[in-house]
């Protein structure tokens, strides 16, 4: 059974309607598969999709779903009382719990086959009957404001709500301001660079020193390894230099790129001086780095898997506009009402980037 199917049926079974582009549990490390099932139960809201997680190499796939609530301070008794369920650790898969001042998620991963929709439904109640023992139900009004009557969910960045139209502006036009704000805030381009070099320097240097010690006497190495460090050396790299500026923006995003693949590539230098100390049996001296780095492009491009290397260090260091730590914040939120054939309708603006 295909994604789309094993969806549908369960949105029928629960009287919710499936939409294909749902993007609920879309964020930095998950995916949802085939968009989510979105509907409203006993008075909650909930949604439902397969999911696939990049945290591991080669990612995961999984199930999660998603009640939400109004807004409760009881997040960490609702963790607890799902985690002390009696049965709940039974139930298929590893899972895991996160709670918030308006919603639960509970995820698990399935190394087989999708879970059994009965066991989905079996499990949503299951959470829906913890949360309705610390936080109350929807009722029929707008979740922001509390008095303008709201019965059509509103998907507010991806995630079911009520809002009614009054308070979806006034969000929306309090986020542009913070978002101007904030792309009004100064810029220190200087001290941010030098914290993006000292960041380049020490990370790149601590790549070339632990990969040279691991594989430079060898005689063998790790491709794929030396193809994807670039991520990791690029967030102390950003989170630094961020930090330093003041804010995320378009300057500090190319700085950024260059400074990675700078970054990535002096560690390589370093790993390249330990290997030809093994082969040339010499004591490491900074003459020899120096004559490294002259011919430092000729060894990049040596054969095959050198070539897709420096490939993927070029791509990654691009890349890096993208990722959690590099991309520039988005305030202002999607609003959108999902229409009965799954389709979604926005009923605002794009959400606005700082820039």
Same mark, same amino acid.
């Given at each position: #059974? %295909? ?62 779903? #998603? ?89 507010? %960045? ?10 979806? #502006? ?70 630094? #230099? ?114």
């Amino acid at each position: #059974m %295909n994604a789309a199917t094993y969806m549908s049926q369960i949105a029928q079974q629960l009287g919710s309607i499936y939409s294909p582009k749902c993007t609920t549990f879309k964020n930095d490390y998950r995916s949802g598969k085939k968009g989510a099932v979105i509907g409203a139960r006993k008075g909650y809201l909930t949604a439902l999709a397969l999911t696939s997680s990049g945290r591991t190499y080669g990612g995961t796939n999984g199930f999660s779903l #998603m009640v939400r609530y109004p807004k409760s301070s009881s997040a960490q008794q609702i963790t607890e009382a799902l985690k002390n369920r009696p049965g709940f650790s039974s139930f298929f898969g590893k899972k895991s719990v996160k709670a918030t001042e308006d919603s639960v998620v509970v995820s698990w991963t399935y190394s087989l086959g999708k879970t059994k929709q009965e066991d989905v439904i079996t499990l949503l109640d299951a959470v829906i009957e913890e949360v309705s023992r610390y936080a109350p139900a929807f009722t029929g009004k707008c979740e922001d404001c509390g008095t303008a009557e709201a019965r059509e969910i509103t998907l507010m %960045n991806g995630a079911p709500g009520y809002h009614c139209s009054g308070c979806q #502006m006034r969000i929306a036009a309090d986020k542009q301001r913070e978002a101007d704000e904030y792309s009004a805030r100064d810029a220190n381009y200087v001290l941010g660079l030098a914290a993006g070099l000292f960041a380049a320097a020490v990370t790149g240097s601590a790549w070339g020193w632990l990969i040279g010690l691991a594989e430079g006497d060898s005689g063998q190495w790790s491709p794929k390894l030396h193809a994807l460090v670039g991520v990791a050396i690029s967030i102390p790299i950003c989170l630094l #230099m961020f930090k330093v500026i003041g804010k995320r923006d378009r300057a500090g995003q190319i700085m950024a790129v260059v400074l990675t693949l700078a970054a990535k590539w002096w560690g390589d230098a370093i790993y390249f001086t330990y290997v030809f100390m093994h082969f040339q049996n010499v004591a490491f001296s900074w003459p020899l780095v120096s004559i490294v780095l002259r011919q430092f492009f000729e060894i990049k491009f040596t054969d095959g898997w050198h070539i897709f290397v420096t490939i993927c260090d070029i791509v990654i260091a691009a890349a890096v506009p993208w990722l959690p730590w590099g991309k520039l914040l988005t305030f202002v939120p999607v609003f959108q009402t999902i229409q009965p054939d799954g389709s979604l309708i926005q009923t605002l603006t794009q959400g606005a980037v700082a820039r």
